[in-house]
């Protein structure tokens, strides 16, 4: 689902112009060189920052794809497919740009939702099938909740009536029910995951953050350290460690691992605030 999304960025890249910028079939164009060999400022150079800032986001380097959304924008509103607000408004989030991450999540919201005045992003990004539907508004549904925006009980109402019908449909839907604060359904699909997947990384992480998120950090600690075993170069895993950690109050051992979950992704919000550790 996530090559997808950025096989859809990257179709709209300049065709012509400098040999650093051409594309060709099975050779990942190196978009950072691209836009240097660009004229400043360019129409071409913003859209090849565009395309650079996607990768920095779907490698999880937030702090890069925020500067490089920024610097493709300039001074003036940037506006494309589904694909670029999701994932930039999921950058602000993450970087703590509230404001600017429900803006992009609503443009997001009204392009799914086929509003008129969004028909031609609906173009420009194509056909969105039932799993980059579900993938896109588990993007946004958290902005737009933590946001207090109007759209969200639409595109609430939307997600829940898509099918679960996959091991990834019950790992999504958890996660969002995560973020949304509904624990108890959240758990319910996650198990569902974990049984299909036991060894799978992501779907341990998440089960562990939210067993803690549920007030049940002990019980969660076993999964993330599973997680940590098979992907400990994922801030998010150290993360969850660090919060399962300091809820079962062995603290030393959480600050440790809240301060590798900030060498790994020093430009999340989330692993900047402190964990609470009471001493057990």
Same mark, same amino acid.
Request: aromatic share 8%; hydrophobic share 50%.
């Given at each position: 689902?996530?090559?997808l999304?950025?096989?859809?960025?990257?179709?709209?890249?300049?065709?012509?112009?400098?040999?650093?910028?051409?594309?060709?079939?099975?050779? &990942? *164009?190196? !978009?950072?060189?691209?836009?240097?060999? %660009?004229?400043?400022g360019?129409?071409?150079?913003?859209?090849?920052?565009?395309n650079?800032? *996607?990768?920095?986001?779907?490698?999880r380097?937030?702090?890069?794809?925020?500067?490089l959304?920024?610097?493709a924008?300039?001074?003036?509103?940037?506006?494309?497919?589904? !694909? %670029?607000?999701?994932?930039?408004?999921? *950058?602000?989030?993450q970087?703590?740009?509230g404001?600017?991450?429900?803006?992009?999540?609503?443009?997001? !919201?009204?392009i799914? $939702?086929?509003?008129p005045? !969004?028909?031609?992003?609906?173009?420009?990004?194509?056909?969105?099938?039932?799993?980059?539907?579900?993938?896109?508004?588990?993007?946004?549904?958290? +902005?737009?909740?933590?946001?207090?925006?109007?759209?969200?009980?639409p595109?609430? &109402?939307?997600?829940?009536?898509?099918?679960?019908?996959?091991?990834?449909?019950?790992?999504?839907?958890?996660?969002?029910?995560?973020?949304?604060?509904?624990?108890?359904?959240?758990? =319910?699909?996650?198990?569902?995951?974990?049984?299909?997947?036991? *060894?799978?990384?992501?779907?341990?992480?998440?089960h562990?953050? +939210?067993?803690?998120?549920?007030?049940?950090?002990?019980?969660?600690?076993?999964?993330? =350290?599973k997680?940590?075993?098979?992907a400990?170069?994922?801030?998010?895993?150290?993360? $969850?460690?660090? &919060?399962?950690?300091?809820g079962?109050g062995?603290?030393a051992?959480?600050g440790?691992?809240?301060?590798?979950?900030?060498?790994?992704?020093?430009?999340t919000?989330?692993?900047?605030?402190?964990?609470?550790?009471?001493?057990?």
């Open positions: 689902m996530i090559a999304a950025l096989a859809l960025s990257l179709t709209a890249a300049p065709q012509e112009g400098p040999a650093a910028c051409e594309m060709a079939p099975g050779v &990942a *164009t190196d !978009w950072a060189a691209c836009a240097e060999a %660009l004229p400043e360019s129409p071409q150079q913003r859209l090849a920052r565009l650079q800032a *996607t990768e920095a986001y779907l490698n380097d937030y702090g890069a794809a925020e500067r959304y920024d610097a924008a300039g001074e003036e509103a940037v506006y494309s497919d589904v !694909w %670029l607000h999701a994932f930039r408004g999921d *950058t602000y989030q970087v703590g740009r404001k600017d991450a429900v803006a992009d999540a609503r443009i997001a !919201w009204l799914l $939702s086929d509003d005045a !969004w028909a031609a992003a609906r173009e420009m990004g194509g056909e969105v099938n039932e799993d980059a539907r579900r993938f896109l508004l588990s993007l946004i549904l958290p +902005i737009l909740k933590k946001g207090r925006d109007a759209a969200f009980e595109a609430f &109402a939307a997600y829940r009536a898509l099918p679960v019908k996959d091991v990834d449909g019950h790992a999504n839907l958890a996660l969002v029910l995560e973020q949304l604060g509904d624990f108890d359904g959240a758990l =319910e699909a996650s198990l569902v995951a974990i049984k299909a997947e036991p *060894t799978n990384p992501g779907y341990l992480n998440n562990c953050y +939210i067993l803690v998120r549920a007030g049940r950090p002990a019980e969660g600690l076993p999964f993330c =350290e997680a940590v075993q098979g400990p170069e994922v801030a998010a895993v150290r993360h $969850s460690l660090a &919060a399962a950690l300091a079962a062995r603290c051992e959480a440790a691992a809240l301060a590798e979950a900030r060498r790994l992704d020093p430009a919000v989330l692993y900047q605030q402190p964990i609470a550790c009471p001493a057990g």
